[in-house]
Nanobody
């Protein structure tokens, strides 16, 4: 069975940095869309960043552009999210997800496109 596990969350002061990791196992694919999502208390889950493993193309939501970097390793079993200059509003549960639906991966990714999800890792930024 497919297993998605996030790690690396924690508490940090505003302006600080964190690096999230996601490990995917039991999943065989030629190309996939992998992504990070987040959900703050009382809010809907939103996409943060996605990566298409076929060509390394990426997508970022506007609020994190220039601060967050999504990356993958080789052989594409792990996904990372480097978060710099963290703000209070980045506080949320962060989820890793993956799917073989890649057509909109780096153009307009949606939560409903993703099949496999991790349990999440909490990021708390104090102001």
């Amino acid at each position: 069975s497919v297993r998605v596990v996030e790690s690396g969350g924690g508490s940090v002061e505003a302006g600080g940095s964190l690096r999230l990791s996601c490990s995917v196992s039991g999943y065989s694919y030629t190309a996939a869309c992998m992504g990070w999502f987040r959900q703050a208390p009382g809010m809907k889950r939103e996409v943060v960043a996605t990566l298409y493993t076929g060509d390394g193309g990426t997508f970022y939501t506007d609020s994190v552009k220039g601060r967050f970097t999504i990356s993958q390793d080789n052989p594409k079993t792990s996904l990372y999210l480097e978060m710099n200059t963290l703000k209070f509003e980045d506080t949320a549960m962060y989820y890793c997800a993956t799917t073989t639906f890649v057509r909109l991966c780096t153009r307009s990714p949606a939560e409903s496109d993703f099949t496999y999800w991790g349990q999440g890792t909490q990021v708390t930024v104090s102001s």
